[in-house]
């Protein structure tokens, strides 16, 4: 069993308030692939995610209208126990969950309900930044985020670091299995988004449970200088700031 992240409230509406949607260009590479079907009478996908333990979380407008439509049903469920028929599903994804999962179980379950040419998608993103078209001022940035990553360091649950070392060490069971280039995903935010963000992080979430002080002082740390960084008047959350987050993404194929 995975440790059970994001079971309080308020930790889940943290999270559900500054984790961005998920970017056109994973669902893009998702719809370019060709996928050799069995024949059915429309075509089935499954997005499975570690949902048990979550109490609030968001959908987008394109997505809440994909599940409203008579083409689309929602369910959640297990990971390790997909409510599919075997041979059943063309596109499996899963977005920044997989390392939450009993792999050998997940996996399993993917082989047996995906069609022949069915695909797999796994993608993970870690960080969301300021960006700048200064180099020097990246610089800045990527020294910020390298500091206050290392102190996040010792309060990652150990299923994070799958993901943090972008499923480098994860043995895919499929026929096919590649890794495709990073996708970069930029935006316009406020800063309360970028401090939000870290403060969804299921390590500051347990550096708060460990120490709450210490907590409080990491994210007031981390805060100053980023008003200092992106020179936002104190107390004002009203400028919109140019932000971006890469995506680490794995396809595999069943033959």
Avoid at 92 to 120: M, Q, Y
Avoid at 122 to 135: A, G, W
Avoid at 158 to 184: A, C, G, M, T, W
Wanted: charged share 25%; hydrophobic share 40%.
């Amino acid at each position: 069993m995975a440790s059970q992240q994001f079971v309080e409230t308020a930790h889940a509406k943290i999270y559900s308030a500054h984790r961005p949607d998920v970017p056109p260009e994973i669902a893009e590479k998702n719809t370019e692939l060709k996928v050799d079907c069995v024949p059915m009478k429309k075509p089935l996908f499954a997005f499975p995610y570690r949902t048990s333990s979550v109490h609030t979380y968001k959908i987008s407008n394109d997505i809440l209208s994909l599940l409203l439509s008579s083409l689309a049903f929602y369910r959640v469920q297990e990971a390790e126990n997909l409510p599919f028929e075997t041979c059943s599903v063309q596109l499996v994804t899963a977005c920044a969950s997989l390392h939450w999962f009993n792999l050998e179980l997940f996996f399993n379950e993917v082989r047996r309900i995906l069609v022949p040419g069915g695909v797999l998608v796994v993608y993970t993103y870690h960080s969301l930044r300021p960006f700048f078209d200064c180099p020097l001022k990246m610089k800045e940035v990527n020294c910020l985020y390298n500091q206050i990553y290392e102190e996040l360091y010792p309060y990652w649950p150990k299923e994070v670091h799958l993901s943090l070392e972008k499923y480098e060490s994860v043995q895919f069971p499929f026929e096919e299995s590649n890794k495709i280039p990073d996708i970069r995903q930029f935006f316009f935010g406020r800063f309360s988004d970028l401090t939000g963000f870290v403060e969804s992080l299921s390590a500051f979430q347990i550096m708060k449970k460990t120490d709450i002080s210490k907590a409080e002082n990491f994210i007031s740390r981390f805060g100053s200088r980023l008003h200092d960084l992106l020179a936002v008047p104190d107390q004002q959350d009203c400028k919109m700031i140019k932000l971006y987050r890469d995506f680490y993404c794995i396809m595999c194929r069943k033959k």
